[in-house]
């Protein structure tokens, strides 16, 4: 499978590796760098949410209709749960909430390993295409 995290600029900065990614389940690794931290080690929020944002846009793209050309988030939310820490990798899990014409709502659960949850992100894309 390419790595189609590696598609998207951004999400390549971050170091963001997709290990799977199917049109109903889409899952990716990040680890953390002391470059994506606050202070004391901690992984700063902004670097879980593009992770997050990342994973649901690949599920988001797997999906699109015949004539979509692409998505754009339009809505995101996040619970942080639990820090991480540089040198720590976290796997992230986006899977569907719903799928539908326009838009489509994806939940991507950020883990570290060991099974702790650090975050929980709901976020809703949005088809664009110049015939929709």
Known sequence: MSDLAG???????LGVKTTEAKSERVVGTMTVRDDLCTAGENVHGG???????????IGAYRNLPEGAEGTTTIESKTNFLAGAKAGERLEGVATPVS?????????????????RLVALVVQTQCLTSSQI
Do not use: K, N, Q, Y
């Open 99 to 115: 799928l539908g014409r326009r838009l489509s709502v994806w939940e991507t659960r950020i883990s570290r390993e060991g099974g």
């Open 7 to 13: 598609a998207m600029p951004f999400a390549s900065l």
């Open 47 to 57: 670097a879980l949410v593009a992770f997050a944002d990342s994973l649901g846009a």
